[in-house]
Nanobody, 125 residues
Framework: VQLVESGGGLVQPGGSLRLSCALFGRTFSSYGMGWFRQAPGKEREFVAAVSWDGRNTYYADSVKGRFTVSRDNTKHTVYLQMNSLKPVDTAVYYC???????????????????WGQGTQVTVSS
């Protein structure tokens, strides 16, 4: 199983980015997907998740109303649209596949089996 992320970069405060994560080697449409981030010196934290069928989404309070998670099962890809970015959003962002078949994706790192390599997002003027 391989997850390949793209879309990170440098953006000014208030700007937007869209991250993508493509999954290869597993039945994408049967598992929830999550996004996490890790800033220097901090633990990896939950950002957002989407259920296996795309009907349910979950967000950390810190990003609610600014970020939107979605998925396209025909493309085996999950997205994270990030708007109104702030310097505190600066981190390496990771996508991950939930470990349980057709189960609601939780917020704990331990619930996820497979991880992408991470993509850097830097918000700075």
């Amino acid at each position: 199983v391989q997850l390949v992320e793209s879309g990170g970069g440098l953006v000014q405060p208030g700007g937007s980015l869209r991250l993508s994560c493509a999954l290869f080697g597993r039945t994408f449409s049967s598992y929830g997907m999550g996004w996490f981030r890790q800033a220097p010196g901090k633990e990896r934290e939950f950002v957002a998740a989407v259920s296996w069928d795309g009907r349910n989404t979950y967000y950390a309070d810190s990003v609610k109303g600014r970020f939107t998670v979605s998925r396209d099962n025909t493309k085996h890809t999950v997205y994270l649209q990030m708007n109104s970015l702030k310097p505190v959003d600066t981190a390496v962002y990771y996508c991950a596949e939930h470990s349980r078949f057709m189960s609601p994706p939780g917020r704990a790192v331990q619930e996820y089996d497979y991880w992408g390599q991470g993509t850097q997002v830097t918000v700075s003027s």
